[in-house]
T-cell receptor
């Protein structure tokens, strides 16, 4: 695997509820990323984090929030403000000094009805 | 403007055929990296290759080969003697440096992917 654990694999929520997606890595890498994938689309960057207690918005951060309290954990919260939350969410990691390769977790498929 | 274009949305071949997946990119940087990832039905993206902008040598790894041409901004991927297990979505990606408070990390721009189906 990519050294990243995402849980659960499938998640179902009612509209109006916040939901948190888990992302854990065990390789002591600094940089972590969240992407969203919609059918027929490439991956789009939501948030990224280089170090603990620091994170930055990507291209589609509206309606999402993250935290990075521990190096190994980078959870993503999909808030009720996100208009189209149903999607496949992928977490990735990279070593800061590496040449930008990113390694991905298995993903979480979120369905909001 | 789209930075990575994968014009082929879907490709179907029969086992043992060769198949080439096209990727065209756009960047103003002189230093960048190009990637191919494979996404099988399970969903996880699997890293296949990284190529930096200063190395235009083609690369071969088993049945896989990559052709990088800066003159045409293309980074095409060929699978020789395709197998059913090659069926997946393949993504081409471009990395540009993202300088954040003095540190550099790379962000990836992905194409929309090409769904490859290999029939037995």
């Amino acid at each position: 695997d990519g050294g990243i654990t995402q849980s659960p694999k499938y998640l179902f929520r009612k509209e109006g509820q916040n939901v948190t997606l888990s992302c854990e890595q065990n390789l002591n890498h600094d940089a972590m990323y969240w992407y969203r994938q919609d059918p027929g689309q490439g991956l789009r960057l939501i948030y990224y984090s280089q170090i603990v207690n620091d994170f930055q918005k990507g291209d589609i951060a509206e309606g999402y929030s993250v935290s990075r309290e521990k190096k190994e954990s980078f959870p993503l919260t999909v808030t009720s403000a996100q208009k189209n939350p149903t999607a496949f969410y992928l977490c990735a990691r990279s070593v800061r000094s590496d040449r930008y390769e990113q390694y991905f977790g298995p993903g979480t498929r979120l369905t909001v009805t | 403007a789209q930075k990575v274009t994968q014009a082929q949305t879907e490709i179907s071949v029969v086992e043992k055929e060769d198949v080439t997946l096209d990727c065209v990119y756009e960047t103003r940087d002189t230093t960048y990296y190009l990637f191919w990832y494979k996404q099988p039905p399970s969903g996880e993206l699997v890293f296949l290759i990284r190529r930096n902008s200063f190395d235009e040598q083609n690369e071969i790894s088993g049945r896989y080969s990559w052709n990088f041409q800066k003159s045409t901004s293309s980074f095409n991927f060929t699978i020789t003697a395709s197998q059913v297990v090659d069926s997946a979505v393949y993504f081409c990606a471009l990395s540009e440096p993202l300088i954040d408070r003095g540190s550099t990390l790379g962000r990836l721009y992905f194409g929309r992917g090409t769904q490859l189906t290999v029939w037995p």
